[in-house]
Structure formats: structure tokens, C-alpha cells
């Protein structure tokens, strides 16, 4: 069966949210009106209908990448305010969000079970942020995607071998090299991942080099992810003219 996107979003709505519009100092995450964690405008921004997001360029190996909204502008702050704030208010509204680019992503098969598996966090950045932001959107997103009547689990299936450079300021294909050989399969975690659609889990997809590795890793592991899907891309990975030839 193809998974219900509708309902996956609608995760995002009022029920859901009761549970987490804390009114908190900082109001609104996305836009700092007062009151709740995020405002019903900002809602809305995370609840746009799920697309394709292909970088510019394609790095080589990248499965189809999903995104439901721009990273910019409300979207983007309630990001940041999540991963380097610790707004832990926002983990479900964000995970239902993340659950809505699976979604449209891939289709499951009844009796099918679809595995998340997130990009992992470098330890440097877990240890300063006190969490692994990554891994927690893609439990979110995983109940969010149970609510909806899919099989859903999260698998950490891949590890750091060795830590790359600071990628701020790298281009394109400074990244993709800078990244490449960096990641590499947990073998104990990949019996959880056979038999399953696999789909690849990043908070914002930007040149695409962390995902594109991340499914090589996987797939030198005979593991073949059948696509990526974050909550927001950079503007320059919405609306590229085409995906990339198969």
C-alpha cells in the first residue's frame, strides 16, 4: 500500500500539537511571535505538501531525496532553534514533518516494514549539544509514521570511521570529497535491515554529500536505500530541473 501522506501530516495537527505547544519564554520558534512553541502560520510552513529536492549538482549515488519545505526563513529558525538551542518542544512537529517526506517518498507493501536510518552525528557534536539531533527527528518521525498505520523503526546502521573537516565553506565537490569513505555499515545492525525499504534520514539536505555517502556506505554493505528524506532543503536543491539519469 502507498503510505497516506495526508494522514502522516495531519500527525501535525492540533491533537498532536496540544502535547507540545508549550508556552515557553522564547515563543514561537519560527517567526518569535508569543505564545506556543510554534504558531499556527508556522505550522503550516511545516506541513507543506512534500517534493523532490535534487541538489545542484547531483552527487554521484544519491537516492531520490525528499524535503517539505525551503530551509529558509520559519522553517530554518525552528531548525536551528531544535538542534542548537535544545527547543526539545519542537522534536514532534518537526519528526511529523520528516515523517511526511517519507512518506511521500517510498510506498510500502502490505506487511512490509520500512527502516529510517539516520545520518549519524559527529561525537564531537553530540557531546556539545547533549543528544544526537538526528537520531531523535528520526524517532519522532518513526512514531508519527506508526500513527499512521506503518511499520516503522529507526536502525543506527551507520558509524563515523573517520572525521572529516570542517565543511563550512566547501563547494560541492569539496564536500563530496571531503566526506568520501567517512561512513561505513554497523554489521550488527544490518539483519534489521534486510528484507525492508530502507529510506535514509537527514534533518536538511544541502549539496547532498552527507546523504550521498551515507547510502554508499549502506550499499557497499548490500544495502540499497530507496531514498533520502529531510525536513528542509537549502534553496538552490528545490526545484532542479531534473533528477539525475538512472
Do not use: F
Amino acid at each position: 500500500m502507498t503510505i497516506d501522506v495526508r494522514r502522516v501530516l495531519l500527525h501535525t495537527g492540533e491533537a498532536l500539537l496540544a502535547a507540545t505547544d508549550l508556552v515557553l519564554p522564547g515563543g514561537c520558534a519560527g517567526c518569535g511571535a508569543p505564545g506556543p512553541v510554534l504558531c499556527p502560520s508556522c505550522r503550516r510552513d511545516l506541513s507543506r505538501p512534500p517534493r523532490e529536492a535534487w541538489p545542484v549538482p547531483v552527487p554521484p549515488g544519491l537516492p531520490p531525496p525528499w524535503a517539505v519545505a525551503p530551509y529558509a526563513g520559519t522553517v530554518r529558525a525552528a531548525l536551528v532553534a531544535y538542534k542548537e538551542d535544545g527547543r526539545v518542544a519542537l522534536l514532534r512537529p518537526l519528526g511529523s514533518a520528516l515523517a511526511g517526506a517519507v512518506g511521500a517518498a517510498v510506498a510500502v507493501r502490505p506487511g512490509e516494514r520500512l527502516v529510517l536510518v539516520p545520518v549519524p552525528s559527529r561525537a564531537a557534536a553530540v557531546r556539545s549539544r547533549g543528544r544526537d539531533h538526528v537520531y531523535r527527528l528520526a524517532r519522532a518521525a518513526a512514531t508519527a509514521l506508526r500513527a499512521a498505520d506503518v511499520q516503522a523503526q529507526v536502525v543506527r546502521a551507520l558509524r563515523q570511521v573517520r572525521v572529516p573537516a570542517d565543511q563550512s565553506g566547501l563547494g560541492a565537490a569539496e564536500r563530496a570529497a571531503n566526506l568520501s569513505g567517512a561512513l561505513t555499515a554497523r554489521r550488527e545492525a544490518l539483519p534489521a535491515l534486510e528484507r525492508t525499504t530502507v529510506v535514509v534520514v537527514d534533518d536538511v539536505v544541502t549539496t547532498g554529500a552527507t546523504l550521498a555517502e551515507s547510502a554508499r556506505a549502506l550499499r557497499v554493505a548490500g544495502i540499497e536505500p530507496q531514498a533520502v528524506a529531510v525536513v528542509a532543503a537549502t534553496r538552490r536543491s528545490r526545484g532542479a530541473a531534473a533528477p539525475p539519469t538512472r
